[in-house]
């Protein structure tokens, strides 16, 4: 039995991923968080072989929380589920310790599909992340700038996309404002 944790700040779907897995005969959903921080404290109170988390939520996202959950509990699977294009996301996520990453658009069989494969230790590539790898190992530069980010800068990159200020980013982060406003110079984050 797989043992799954459900971390989306929307109820409906959190209860519709609970539904789609109950009717699978090797998932058990033992869990649900609605943010980053209870997604952090599931995985510290919860035995999960496999966490199917979003990115954005409000206060701690998916992103922020990624590193901390990866920090306590290794060994734990985290399938990010998110309605972020590939493109944008994945390369990066599963850098930071993702073991898979889909878009919400896709065929809900492929997020069992991922469970399983996660659940044995391995990543899961879609398609479209596989075509991605394959791009970034055509190119002679490295690829685009922000691809090229540490996991912090990443998280200020982010941020800053969003339009939170130099302030509320030092804040969100537990950064000082000129270390905010230094990683906002790098090449792949200067606006």
């Not at 980053?36 to 988390?53: F, P, Y």
């Not at 939520?57 to 734990?76: C, E, F, H, N």
Request: hydrophobic residues 40%.
């Amino acid at each position: 039995m797989i043992k799954v944790g459900i971390v989306d700040d929307h109820a409906i779907v959190r209860s519709g991923l609970k539904q789609f897995f109950s009717e699978q005969v090797d998932l058990r959903v033992v869990g649900e968080a609605a943010s980053g921080r209870e997604a952090i404290d599931l995985v510290r109170t919860t035995e999960l072989d496999v966490l199917v988390m979003d990115l954005s939520m409000p206060g701690q996202s998916g992103i922020d929380a990624l590193g901390m959950i990866r920090a306590k509990a290794p060994d734990v699977g985290i399938l990010i589920l998110s309605g972020y294009p590939e493109e944008h996301y994945a390369m990066n996520l599963i850098r930071q310790g993702a073991s898979g990453y889909l878009n919400k658009e896709c065929e809900p069989m492929e997020i069992v599909n991922a469970i399983r494969t996660i659940a044995l230790g391995r990543r899961y590539i879609s398609p479209a992340v596989a075509e991605l790898l394959a791009q970034q190992l055509n190119r002679k530069e490295g690829g685009a700038p922000h691809e090229q980010l540490s996991e912090r800068e990443f998280q200020v990159f982010l941020k800053l996309a969003k339009g939170e200020t130099a302030g509320d980013i030092a804040k969100a982060l537990s950064l000082s404002v000129k270390t905010v406003s230094t990683y906002r110079t790098r090449p792949g984050i200067e606006q």
